[in-house]
T-cell receptor, first 112, second 112 residues
Framework: GAGVSQTPSNKVTEKGKYVELRCDPI?????LYWYRQSLGQGPEFLIY????????DSGLPNDRFFAVRPEGSVSTLKIQRTERGDSAVYLC??????????FGEGSRLTVL | AQSVSQHNHHVILSEAASLELGCNYS??????LFWYVQYPGQHLQLLLK??????LVKGIKGFEAEFIKSKFSFNLRKPSVQWSDTAEYFC??????????FGRGTSLIVHP
C-alpha cells in the first residue's frame, strides 16, 4: 500500500516480556518518527530517524526502549521487560523532509 | 523547549454550528504549525499546516486556521460543522528541531 504500515495492530503481552513493533514507512521518506499515545492524551515523541541513524532519541522513557532502522526504511521499536505503564498506542510516522508527518494506524500494546 | 496547549478538551456542537478550537504554543523562534484530525477508527491525518506566508491557512473539508504570532496562537475554525466532523483534533508545533510536539487534543462531537 501507499501509506505507513504498522504491525502488529494489536499486541497483548505479560509484564516482563519482550515486544517488537514494526513500522514500514512510505517509500522514499527519509525521516521516520515513533510516538506513543495514551488514552486522552496527544502523541508523545519517542525517537526520530533521519536515514539509518537515530537523530534524536530524547523521548525514549528509559533504557528498556530501543529502536533501529538498519537500512533506512523499515524500523523496529523494541521494548524489554515490559511494564503495565507501557500500555499505549505506539504510532509511527514518516516524512519526505521537514514537513508534515504521515501516520500509520498504530500498534496498540496492552501489558497485563 | 516547545509546547502546545489545547484548552478545549471536549466540545459538543449541533450540526451547522460554528467551531473554533484553541491552540497556543510556546516557542520563541520561527515555527511550523499543524492541525491533525483523527476520525473514529482511523489514523491521524493532516488537516492543514502553516509554514510561512499568509497567516490564514485553508485546509481540507472547509477548515481554516489563523496564525497570530503576537498571541502565539493557531486556532482552528469552521463556519458550519457537520456530523462527519466528529473526531479528535490535535494541534502541533515544530520549532528549532525536526520534531513536532503535539497538544493533548480536543474531542469534538457533532450531534445531527
Amino acid at each position: 500500500g501507499a501509506g505507513v504500515s504498522q504491525t502488529p495492530s494489536n499486541k497483548v503481552t505479560e509484564k516482563g516480556k519482550y515486544v517488537e513493533l514494526r513500522c514500514d514507512p512510505i517509500s522514499g521518506h527519509t525521516a521516520l518518527y515513533w510516538y506513543r499515545q495514551s488514552l486522552g492524551q496527544g502523541p508523545e515523541f519517542l525517537i526520530y530517524f533521519q536515514g539509518t541513524g537515530a537523530a534524536d532519541d530524547s523521548g525514549l522513557p528509559n533504557d528498556r526502549f530501543f529502536a533501529v532502522r538498519p537500512e533506512g526504511s523499515v524500523s523496529t521499536l523494541k521494548i524489554q521487560r515490559t511494564e503495565r505503564g507501557d500500555s499505549a498506542v505506539y504510532l509511527c510516522a514518516s516524512s519526505p523532509a521537514p514537513g508534515e508527518l504521515f501516520f500509520g494506524e498504530g500498534s496498540r500494546l496492552t501489558v497485563l | 523547549a516547545q509546547s502546545v496547549s489545547q484548552h478545549n478538551h471536549h466540545v459538543i456542537l449541533s450540526e451547522a454550528a460554528s467551531l473554533e478550537l484553541g491552540c497556543n504554543y510556546s516557542y520563541g523562534g520561527t515555527v511550523n504549525l499543524f492541525w491533525y484530525v483523527q476520525y473514529p477508527g482511523q489514523h491521524l491525518q493532516l488537516l492543514l499546516k502553516y509554514f510561512s506566508g499568509d497567516p490564514l491557512v485553508k485546509g481540507i473539508k472547509g477548515f481554516e486556521a489563523e496564525f497570530i504570532k503576537s498571541k502565539f496562537s493557531f486556532n482552528l475554525r469552521k463556519p458550519s460543522v457537520q456530523w462527519s466532523d466528529t473526531a479528535e483534533y490535535f494541534c502541533a508545533v515544530r520549532g528549532g528541531s525536526y520534531i513536532p510536539t503535539f497538544g493533548r487534543g480536543t474531542s469534538l462531537i457533532v450531534h445531527p
